[in-house]
């Protein structure tokens, strides 16, 4: 429990009914990464609205009999209510033991960070506390019972309050996602599944010849004097069923609809560890295009 039992003032803004009141009520911490509303956190221009925000994503969820309470936790401000009635379901992800997302009927999701070992007690919870509002207001006649979704992609969807898509969610690894607007024409969610993504370091010539490729001289060989330096691009491994449809392919942000380079799987010849000074995973990958005799090395 978060204390808001014993908090005059939360109590007060909170202006509880005596059906609230009376069977008491269930109050935690979480992450609001959406403390701003859905489409706030997708505008990554605002500033305000920034999902890491701790003084404003940090808030104490309470839920009563009919109610979710949103406070934030550093000075009991009520910050959003939503009646239960307004709850249609919740989804979480095989990615993560600790957030969840609210799925509404009519205003936008609400993504939330729970603690792994109060999450499972939040989700018993909200569904006890949604079925006993929907028996007392008039059983399954009153609206459908809310559940819970398992998710086991890396990618899911957010929806504002019209039950558009807007938004993505992309899990790089467990319990790390990027927060992303819908891109429908995007590299990421267009050409073929995309079955591993995340940022990653090339490296490259400061002078780039066109195509991604570093800058040659007229034998072939790369221009004395050229700098080299590591570029971090966002990665993607695809797959298709067309012929050239598995490739990896690199572009500057996952909204892009056009890639910095790419190279087909087909051309790799073999994938080599590097060991570097400080330890970071390296890989040197052979390959060579079907266009050209020369190899090349990325």
Not at 78 to 84: H, M
Not at 120 to 135: D, I, N, P, S, T
């Amino acid at each position: 429990a978060a204390g808001f039992g014993k908090n005059t003032k939360a109590r007060a803004l909170a202006q509880l009914s005596r059906l609230e009141d009376e069977p008491g009520f269930w109050s935690e911490y979480v992450t609001n990464y959406t403390h701003a509303g859905l489409l706030a956190a997708l505008d990554a221009t605002n500033s305000n609205a920034d999902p890491t925000l701790a003084h404003r994503n940090k808030q104490i969820v309470v839920l009563t009999c009919e109610r979710l309470l949103f406070f934030n936790a550093r000075d009991w401000t009520l910050v959003l209510v939503v009646p239960l009635s307004e709850l249609a379901s919740i989804s979480i992800s095989s990615y993560s033991p600790s957030v969840l997302v609210l799925r509404m009927h009519r205003t936008p999701d609400v993504l939330l960070d729970a603690a792994p070992s109060a999450r499972g007690r939040m989700l018993e919870e909200l569904v006890l506390a949604a079925r006993k509002f929907y028996a007392h207001w008039g059983g399954d006649d009153f609206g459908e019972r809310v559940q819970v979704l398992y998710e086991s992609e890396a990618v899911g969807k957010l929806f504002d309050e019209r039950r558009r898509c807007v938004g993505t969610m992309a899990y790089t690894e467990s319990n790390v996602f990027l927060l992303l607007p819908y891109a429908p024409r995007s590299l990421f969610l267009m050409g073929g599944d995309t079955f591993f993504f995340g940022l990653l370091d090339i490296h490259q010539s400061l002078q780039t010849a066109p195509g991604g490729g570093a800058a040659r001289d007229g034998a072939g060989g790369r221009r004395p004097g050229d700098g080299w330096r590591w570029h971090t691009y966002f990665f993607m491994l695809k797959s298709g069923a067309v012929v050239g449809g598995r490739r990896l392919v690199w572009c500057r942000h996952p909204g892009d609809e056009r890639s910095v380079g790419e190279l087909q799987v087909s051309w790799i010849r073999s994938i080599q560890p590097l060991d570097t000074p400080r330890g970071d995973p390296c890989l040197i990958i052979d390959f060579s295009p079907v266009v050209d005799s020369g190899d090349a090395d990325c």
